[in-house]
């Protein structure tokens, strides 16, 4: 800015303040080649989903198959060219749409496919050997495809899916039965289905272009709002820190947003940033312990994030991760499968179309030590609340983890059981299975350990032996 003041010109520097935020310098960086998974056929369906899951043991992804759907399901450590032979999980007799872990047993995943059915499938320690047909449970109960899969957070057994026939199910796994059916509220085809933090409401957008807030169990609308954003494209919504709820959408000239809003007040949006003119549906995955929410558009070759606060403009722009080649879709790794000691905040598994290339989110620290203002206590896999309570009306909060020395299992996978005498709904086709008629329980035993100590004189080095105790 330039100023006189009797007859000379000073020049004033206007200082712009800049945002305090631990976060500010976040970055991601894709991994090494021979650490990608590589020569995949990702599906090519158009449809709208992330086509992949992944938690601490395993990566999933949709991928091409001739008469009929399939996945794959590998080992984190099984990196490098993946063998076109692999098995995959085949049983839908239409392509696969949607794939999800279960947050309460790494062991367990469910799809969602053309074929209107959902799967629920049991993958073995270090992955499967021959192709998987069989599910551990079928659940019928759509009359189109099924195109959106979502484990409660808290509750043990409890699927929600969406269907393009309006319809969303409340599934209670165990027992194969679809205790809830919200078939009267949706008018047009659900784009998104999710969540809130303890599992006690449920967040919707729709072709509509209405947003809905729903209590799960008695199917009502607790509040809506119409036309979160003005254009005719998908709308995703993802809750936030506190209840708020934030929104991607476009704009009646085609223009991306990102939008923040308060159900208590629908009226207005807190925050509506227009982001650029892509086509690409925006996917947002949101960071509760950090409260940072990444954008990945469907088509596009960028991560966008951004800080969630309580300060104007709520929604803080912190930077872009940028690549030359565009994503077909995406996984979000769970806070306990990172690497804290590498102070990594976020890792995502990037599908290319002959890939997946994991890429890591990191604040950069100069301390070795554990950062715990990165690493507040965190969601854990332990559910709080059981199936039939949960659907009787009690709710469970999350109960959390610490990941100071890194997450450990300590507890055995939570037991899978299945009821197959009180099984209304489900096909289960495993008449070839070893198990008991009644209940059906998968464990994985842990080895017991036990730590040697020896000292070596010459170098003065202490030895650590680690030796498993067979029982």
Not at 56 to 69: L, N, T
Request: glycine content about 6%; overall charge neutral; proline content about 6%.
């Amino acid at each position: 800015m330039i100023r006189e003041k009797n007859g000379q010109q000073s020049v004033i520097m206007s200082r712009k303040v800049v945002r305090t935020s631990k976060f500010r310098h976040v970055f991601g960086q894709p991994v090494k080649a021979d650490q990608c998974y590589d020569d995949i056929r990702i599906s090519q369906m158009t449809w709208d989903s992330n086509f992949c899951s992944v938690n601490p043991k395993f990566v999933a992804m949709i991928v091409d198959a001739s008469g009929g759907g399939a996945f794959i399901v590998l080992p984190l450590s099984k990196t490098g060219r993946i063998d076109m032979s692999l098995p995959t999980v085949c049983g839908h007799t239409g392509p696969v749409l949607d794939i999800e872990f279960c947050p309460h047993n790494d062991n367990i995943i469910a799809s969602g496919s053309e074929d209107c059915s959902v799967m629920i499938w049991e993958i073995p320690d270090g992955g499967l050997t021959s192709p998987l047909s069989d599910p551990v449970v079928k659940l019928d109960g759509h009359s189109k495809r099924v195109g959106i899969l979502s484990w409660h957070p808290t509750a043990h057994n409890v699927l929600m899916s969406a269907g393009c026939d309006n319809v969303i199910i409340l599934w209670n796994v165990a027992r194969g039965e679809a205790v809830v059916r919200i078939d009267s509220v949706h008018t047009d085809m659900i784009y998104s289905a999710c969540w809130n933090r303890n599992g006690s409401q449920i967040l919707t957008s729709c072709k509509d272009k209405k947003l809905r807030v729903l209590d799960p169990r008695k199917g009502s609308v607790i509040c809506e709002k119409d036309k979160p954003h003005e254009g005719s494209r998908p709308v995703r919504a993802v809750f936030v820190s506190d209840g708020k709820i934030l929104t991607t959408g476009f704009s009646r000239m085609s223009e991306r947003q990102v939008a923040l809003w308060d159900p208590k007040n629908f009226g207005e949006p807190l925050t509506l940033q227009e982001l650029d003119t892509s086509s690409g549906v925006l996917l947002p995955f949101f960071d509760p312990d950090t409260g940072i929410v990444y954008l990945c558009g469907k088509g596009d070759s960028s991560i966008r994030y951004f800080e969630v606060t309580d300060e104007a403009p709520y929604v803080h722009y912190l930077s872009m991760y940028s690549s030359k080649e565009s994503q077909k879709g995406m996984g979000y790794m769970p806070k306990r499968g990172l690497e804290v000691n590498k102070c990594e905040i976020a890792r995502f598994y990037k599908l290319h179309e002959r890939k997946c290339e994991p890429v890591v989110m990191t604040v950069p620290r100069k301390s070795d030590l554990f950062q715990e203002d990165l690493y507040p206590d965190t969601i854990g896999p332990e559910p709080s609340v059981e199936a039939d309570d949960w659907f009787s009306g009690k709710n469970g909060e999350p109960i959390l983890i610490s990941l100071k020395d890194g997450f450990v299992a300590t507890t055995k996978n939570k037991e899978f059981k299945v009821i197959k005498s009180l099984m209304a709904t489900t096909s289960s086709s495993s008449s070839n299975r070893q198990c008991d008629s009644a209940v059906r329980e998968h464990r994985n035993p842990l080895p017991v350990y036990c730590v040697l100590m020896s000292l070596s004189v010459t170098n003065k080095l202490i030895i650590l032996k680690t030796t498993a105790l067979n029982k």
